[in-house]
């Protein structure tokens, strides 16, 4: 969050990994996910990482998010892939899809990284 002060003003929190406040920060991300009106963005790796790096486990937060029963929140994948191509500016392809299967962390993470890899593939053709 330190580089991207931006992001605050935005709505933005960060989650500091094997602290007390982890919980607090999940409470809270659980509580805001119980409006039908919230986004919760989650970087399931725990941080935002290259394009380049496929292989990434999910972090333990997710799971406590993603595997809660009383949450009915809506689940959607999301893949940013930056291209340059021929062109001078980078072109950005954001592909989404609503995720709808078992809510369980291990079925979440294969279905994303499925997803990944294909959007990977669009990517490149």
Do not use: W
Not at 8 to 27: A, H, I, P, Y
Not at 50 to 68: D, I, M, P, T, Y
Not at 93 to 109: M, P
């Amino acid at each position: 969050m330190a580089k991207r002060m931006f992001l605050t003003r935005c709505g933005v929190f960060s989650v500091r990994k094997n602290s007390r406040d982890l919980v607090e920060s999940l409470s809270y991300a659980n509580e805001l996910l119980q409006d039908p009106g919230n986004v919760v963005t989650i970087y399931p790796s725990g941080e935002i990482i290259s394009q380049h790096q496929q292989n990434f486990v999910f972090q333990r937060g997710f799971v406590r998010l993603a595997g809660n029963q009383d949450n009915s929140s809506i689940i959607a994948l999301a893949v940013v892939l930056v291209d340059l191509f021929s062109q001078a500016r980078p072109e950005i392809r954001i592909y989404l899809k609503n995720y709808s299967e078992e809510r369980t962390a291990e079925a979440i993470e294969r279905a994303y990284h499925s997803f990944y890899q294909l959007c990977i593939t669009k990517q490149t053709e």
